[in-house]
């Protein structure tokens, strides 16, 4: 059987399902799924370096927001 973004096993009644992959390098960049949506990848176009953030309303699961905060340039 499938399960929420590729998981190996199903999440508990009244829990959400996430992945976080790390990138390589400036190779492959990294990725976020909550809850069977992609919220961030190269193919949104909407990563970047340093770290990249998700706001997830945790009861709802709604997302709030997404950004970028670059660590190299400051």
């Known amino acids: 059987p499938r399960h ?3 998981n190996q096993q199903s999440c508990p009644q009244n829990h959400f399902a996430f992945k976080i992959i790390s990138g390589a390098a400036n190779v492959v ?3 976020l799924c909550f809850d069977d949506e992609v919220l961030m990848s190269s193919v949104k176009n909407n ?3 340093g770290l ?3 706001l997830v309303n945790g009861t709802t699961g709604q997302l709030l927001k997404v950004d970028t905060f670059d660590m190299y340039s400051g």
């Open 52 to 54: 990249n953030i998700a």
């Open 4 to 6: 929420k973004c590729g």
């Open 47 to 49: 990563i970047g370096r």
């Open 29 to 31: 960049g990294p990725s």
